[in-house]
């Protein structure tokens, strides 16, 4: 019989069985400010290590995409603290500053 594995606990995920795909989307942000202490030496210096980067990195850098495939246990886990916040963060009634939805 084939299976799939959650990708956490490495459970054997059964045809039929209840499973989550997490798909996670890290998007670079940039709202159109440039910061002005920055001269043009900061930004020569910027493109010349762009420039050192191979295509891969350079494109992991704007956008990376991952998807997983969790058991439930995992995905509960997984969802009661995406960001791996620490106990004390937790403890803040769950209102995050960066939180955007
Ligand atoms: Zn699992």
Redesign the pocket.
Known sequence: MSYEV?A????RLRPGSVKYIISINIIADFDGILPEEVDEREIARLIREAKKMDQETLEREVHQGMVYL??K??RDIFAENPLNLSLKSLSMGGNFSGLLQ
Request: hydrophobic content about 10%; charged content about 20%; proline content about 11%.
């Open positions: 959650c956490k606990c490495g459970k969790l058991c246990p995992c």
